[in-house]
Each structure stands twice: as structure tokens, then as C-alpha cells.
């Protein structure tokens, strides 16, 4: 590989040719808005059940969040209410590769939690329950055995949280793969298909409308990740959801005893099949402020307070950029999401600058490895930091998959089978309720117990 596909691995999701489809389905069972790993682990679902199921994405399948995160497979210290789906999308996880004929990059080499004061020791020992009572293999480790597993770093740490069943996956990769899994269980995966709207009849859907022309169908499901609150807002929907902007880098190659994913306030870090290591900073996520920053303060005021030590507001082009969107358009018109077919920000030279001296500070053995691409995504979040999976009473046959918080990639095969289930009624095992969107509108307290 030369240095300049070196240093485009990743981004080349995103980037490159992007030709419109020669034609469309007229019709289809199901239509889903979003070709992240949620709607493409939906779609290869309803496909292998003899589902006519197509997916329409504005831009590159997995362009966005879905190929820009950690690339964490994780149950340990996720909110309980996540924990059911993510058992069942670590069931999927583990076959993936062989059930679809792909490497994904999956391997499981843990999960690790230190903490350097004995606040941050006591939580992880309080979530022990939860891990308790789904009868999971977490664990809390000591110093001394933090060593063994990572080296002399482990020093640095009071103890850990520890999963060894944990694993992480290649985002880039794994996306694609389902997506090409899907197509050949039956599904039509249109790229560069942006979906303008939806047509209605006796209050119900009856055709997902794109630039490429209109889809018969009876069921559309909006998976469009950091987009779904404005589409869903064009039909009359509040979706009370926000974007932060995450930095991500990967290295070279290096040699280091860390096998597994860790995390701590300076660094996030895993292992790559390749040798090299994908590396975030542990305490530091960006919010460019804009008119829905204010629309929904009240409702994200208990989580702001929370992550105060790790969120840095801005204000500048996001507001204007929002601004300037339209609230509603015209079906027969191009749309928002044809003049903006990617989101792409750049990575933060001062995030960056932070994770250099925060792995080199943490892992002195990575000290002088090289950074070979960095890269930023942006996040979709809501309230309470669990996602929003559940019909939209204001109009049926119309669904939401959303707001998965930075927790979506581990989640998505999973997610992609309840999803699913809820779509055709076949019960998937997999109690929804919770992920209702109506909790953030019927008094239901809002409880935060996870974070981005």
C-alpha cells in the first residue's frame, strides 16, 4: 500500500465516485432512510426474510458516523436499558464474518476501564451490579493485574473495570460488508439516493419520495443518524436530538502490550488487526451551538451539567449552516440532503494535539508512533443517551431508529434484528419499550446513566 492509500484507509469510505443509480424500485415492503450500520443491519434482516426492503442513502454507505467512531464492540458500562440488544448483537458480532462471507476485523481482546482517583473506581464498582445481574464476565481488576495486561502503564492506575469478552471491529469495513451482505439476500442498496419526503394517503405512508423518483411502500424507516431530527421535523415530528463532533486519529503500526480496548479521561485506544492502534481523546467532545441547541436546552440541560468537564461549546459556522436550512421543502425540489450529501468536518488540531500528548503521557512505548490519518464524525445524541427505536404516532408506518449517542456501532446487528422485528411484528426477543420517543414528552423522569 502506498503512503497516500496509507493515509486515505479509512476516509476512502466517504470519498470517491458516488454515481447515481442507473434506476429505482417502484415499490417496495419497506423503505429505510440511511445507509448507516444501523439501516444497513436492518436491511440485510429483512432481506434474509424474504423482506422487499430497499435503502436509500444520500451519500457513501456508511459515509458518516457508522465509519468514524472507536470501533468498540462493548456491553461493559453501557446503560441497562441497552444491554438485552447488545447481548444479541454480540451473539451476531461473533459469527459476522463467516455468516456473510466478509471480514468485518472483529476480534475480541477486552474491554478495560481504569481509573486513576477513587471516585472514578467507585462508579465502575457500582456498575457492577448491573454487570451482575445480566450474569456478565466484567470484573473489577487491581493494579497489579492492570499490569500484567498492559504493561507498565497499568502502574499509573488505581484498578480497573475489565470485560474480556469485549471486542472491537473495523468501522470502515464492517458497514460496506452487511450493506454488500444485504444486496445479496435481496435488498437494493441505493447510494447517492437522498429521500426528500414522504407521501401520505388517509393519514398513512404510502411512498417514500426521492430525488431519483417516488418508492410505493407502506413502511419507511428514518435511520439517518445526525440528519433524522431535521427530516423528521419537515413532517411534524419533534425528535429532540443534537450533534457533538468527535475526533478520531489512527498510528502506524507499533509494538505495545495493550491487546484490548481502554479507556480513561486521557485516552480512548484500541487495537487494530493492522498493528496499529485507533486512539481518541478520553474527555474531550465538541458542540458547535446552534437554533437547535436552543430549541431543546431544557430537555438536555440534566445531561449538559453532566458532561460539563467534557464538552466544549462554540459557536460559529454550525449555527449559520442550520440556520440557513429550510424547515420544510418541496417534494418535486432538490432538498437539504442533496446539497449536503456528507457530513465531513475536519478533526480538531487542538483535539489532535491532545491525543498526541496523551498517548505518549499514558503509553510512554507509543511515545514516538506515527499518526497516518485522522479523521472527525459527527455524533447524534439525545436526553437521556439511549436511542430512539419506535413507530411515530403522528404518522403511521412511519419509524425511527436514532440518537444512538456514540453507542451505535457495537449495537447495530442487534439493533438491525429488533429493528426489524418491530417493522414486520415478529417478536425479536427484544423489548423495545424503553427506546420509545414518547418518554421525552409523557413526564417519564429523564435518567441518564451512560454518556457519549
Not at 484507509?9 to 417502484?26: F, H, R
Not at 500484567?148 to 460496506?176: F, I, N, R
Not at 419520495?209 to 440528519?227: F, K, N, P, Q, Y
Amino acid at each position: 500500500m502506498n503512503d497516500r492509500n496509507a493515509s486515505r484507509l479509512v476516509a476512502a469510505t466517504w470519498t470517491g465516485p458516488l454515481p447515481a443509480p442507473e434506476s429505482i424500485p417502484a415499490s417496495a415492503d419497506v423503505v429505510i432512510i440511511g445507509g448507516g450500520i444501523v439501516g444497513v443491519s436492518t436491511a440485510w434482516e429483512l432481506a434474509r426474510q424474504g423482506i422487499r426492503v430497499v435503502l436509500c442513502e444520500k451519500g457513501y454507505i456508511a459515509g458518516e458516523q457508522s465509519s468514524r467512531n472507536w470501533g468498540w464492540v462493548r456491553v461493559q458500562g453501557r446503560d441497562p436499558r441497552e444491554i438485552p440488544m447488545m447481548l444479541e448483537s454480540m451473539n451476531i458480532w461473533r459469527g459476522l464474518a463467516a455468516e456473510i462471507g466478509e471480514d468485518v476485523g472483529y476480534f475480541e481482546g477486552g474491554c478495560l476501564y481504569t481509573a486513576r482517583d477513587p471516585k472514578r473506581l467507585a462508579a465502575y464498582e457500582t456498575w457492577m451490579e448491573t454487570a451482575r445481574q445480566h450474569e456478565l464476565a466484567t470484573r473489577m481488576i487491581s493494579k497489579s493485574e492492570l499490569t500484567d495486561l498492559v504493561g507498565v502503564a497499568g502502574s499509573q492506575w488505581l484498578g480497573a473495570m475489565y470485560t474480556p469478552t469485549d471486542g472491537c471491529a473495523e468501522p470502515h469495513k464492517a458497514g460496506p460488508a452487511i450493506a454488500r451482505a444485504a444486496a445479496r439476500a435481496g435488498a437494493t442498496i441505493l447510494a447517492a439516493c437522498a429521500v426528500r419526503g414522504i407521501e401520505t394517503s388517509g393519514g398513512r405512508v404510502t411512498a417514500a419520495v426521492t430525488e431519483h423518483g417516488a418508492i410505493r411502500c407502506s413502511t419507511v424507516l428514518c435511520a439517518a443518524g445526525a440528519w433524522t431530527s431535521m427530516f423528521c421535523r419537515s413532517l411534524g415530528i419533534t425528535l429532540p436530538q443534537l450533534k457533538v463532533l468527535g475526533t478520531v486519529a489512527r498510528t502506524a503500526p507499533a509494538k505495545s502490550r495493550l491487546k484490548a480496548n481502554l479507556f480513561d479521561k486521557k485516552v480512548g485506544i484500541r487495537p487494530r488487526r493492522d498493528g496499529g492502534y485507533t486512539v481518541a481523546h478520553g474527555s474531550v467532545l465538541d458542540h458547535g451551538i446552534t437554533p437547535s441547541s436552543f430549541r431543546f436546552m431544557l430537555r438536555f440541560l440534566p445531561g449538559l451539567k453532566k458532561e460539563l468537564g467534557v464538552l466544549r461549546l462554540r459557536f460559529g459556522r454550525d449555527f449559520f449552516d442550520e440556520l440557513g436550512m429550510p424547515v420544510r421543502w418541496a417534494l418535486d425540489e432538490v432538498s437539504p440532503f442533496e446539497t449536503r450529501r456528507v457530513l465531513n468536518p475536519a478533526p480538531s488540531p487542538v483535539v489532535l494535539k491532545g491525543i498526541r500528548s496523551n498517548l505518549a503521557g499514558t503509553f510512554p512505548e507509543l511515545a514516538g508512533v506515527e499518526i497516518v490519518e485522522a479523521w472527525a464524525g459527527m455524533v447524534e445524541t439525545v436526553p437521556d443517551v439511549v436511542p430512539v427505536i419506535c413507530p411515530a404516532e403522528e404518522l403511521p408506518g412511519f419509524y425511527i431508529a436514532s440518537g444512538f449517542s456514540g453507542h451505535g456501532f457495537g449495537l447495530g446487528p442487534g439493533a438491525g434484528k429488533a429493528i426489524a422485528g418491530m417493522l414486520t411484528g415478529k417478536d425479536s426477543g427484544i423489548d423495545l419499550s424503553p427506546f420509545r420517543l414518547s418518554r421525552f414528552f409523557d413526564g417519564s423522569p429523564l435518567v441518564i446513566q451512560t454518556s457519549i
